[in-house]
């Protein structure tokens, strides 16, 4: 499964033009709408198709490939096209290019690292700490539940604004 951020109001404008399946019906063969906004799909090598907008408004998806028989110029060919439909598809569902998608991608990631690195350092400062009040301690025990339960929901912009906040809290 691939999370992919979504350029801000993409997702209405896909939602106003038909949907995602909609969209995916312009790429792929064998298109079927599974919902609002998500649908399943086969084209090419890419046996399995499955895409949809989540809560957050990220493009999650998961395909699943068979490999070409590498020895055949025309399964080449037709490899290499279905690779170059579904690098246009998520062009066109996500609003960014791949080298956009890749930033955005180390972007997300950094910022789950972040809130987990702020977790570990707050335990780490609390247990140091011998003047720490206990109405500090549980002010930051209920605040990296609040960023644990963010990174379990696949909120790491949401976790890394509390971790912020942890962090300035027990300064």
Do not use: C
Request: aromatic share 6%; no cysteine.
């Amino acid at each position: 499964m691939e999370r992919f951020n979504v350029k801000r109001g993409l997702v209405k404008q896909v939602t106003a033009d038909g949907g995602l399946a909609a969209l995916a019906r312009r790429h792929f063969d064998n298109v079927e709408g599974t919902g609002g906004n998500s649908f399943s799909a086969s084209h090419g090598i890419m046996t399995s198709i499955t895409a949809s907008y989540n809560e957050q408004g990220a493009l999650v998806a998961e395909v699943t490939n068979v490999p070409p028989n590498f020895d055949d110029p025309e399964a080449m060919k037709a490899a290499m096209d279905a690779r170059r439909r579904w690098t246009t598809f998520l062009d066109d569902a996500t609003g960014y290019d791949s080298k956009q998608r890749g930033n955005k991608a180390k972007e997300w990631a950094k910022k789950a690292s972040k809130a987990k690195s702020a977790i570990s350092g707050a335990r780490h400062f609390m247990r140091m700490s011998e003047n720490l009040s206990d109405e500090v301690r549980e002010q930051a025990e209920s605040m990296i539940e609040e960023i644990e339960a963010a990174l379990e929901q696949g909120d790491n912009t949401r976790a890394a604004g509390r971790a912020e906040k942890l962090s300035k809290s027990l300064q």
